[in-house]
C-alpha cells in the first residue's frame, strides 16, 4: 500500500521558516513527479510548488522567492522550504505525487502576525 506521510508543520511568527517533509512508501517515489498543495477550511485545495523526477520545479505566484521544493530520491522524500512565512500561508499543507493520485494526510501551517 501506498503511503505519503508528511512532517514539519507547527506554528511560527511571520518572517520565519518552517521545512516540511514527505515520505513516501514504496517504489512509487522516483520516476514520478511530486508536488506541494495547501488548503484552507471552506476553499479548495490550490497547487504550492511541483518537482519532476528530474528536478524541475514550478511555484505558485504567491510563494515564488519564498518556497524552495525539493527531493531527496534515494531517501523517497520530497521536501518543502519555506521562508518569508505571511500570516496568510496558514493552511493545512498536503503531499501529492501527482503522477500516481496519492495524497498524504496533511500537516498544520499556522503563521502568527
Known amino acids: 500500500q501506498v503511503q505519503l506521510v508528511e512532517s514539519g508543520g507547527g506554528l511560527v511568527q511571520a518572517g520565519g521558516s518552517l521545512r516540511l517533509s514527505c515520505v513516501a512508501s514504496g517504489s512509487i517515489f522516483r520516476t514520478n513527479v511530486m508536488a506541494w498543495y495547501r488548503q484552507v477550511p471552506g476553499k479548495q485545495r490550490d497547487l504550492v510548488a511541483v518537482i519532476s523526477n528530474a528536478g524541475t520545479t514550478n511555484y505558485a505566484e504567491s510563494v515564488k522567492g519564498r518556497f524552495t521544493i525539493s527531493r531527496d530520491n534515494p531517501k523517497n522524500t520530497v521536501y518543502l522550504q519555506m521562508n518569508s512565512l505571511k500570516p496568510e500561508d496558514t493552511a493545512v499543507y498536503y503531499c501529492?505525487?501527482?503522477?500516481?493520485?496519492?495524497w498524504g494526510r496533511g500537516t498544520q501551517v499556522t503563521v502568527s502576525s
Open positions: 501529492k505525487c501527482e503522477s500516481l493520485g496519492y
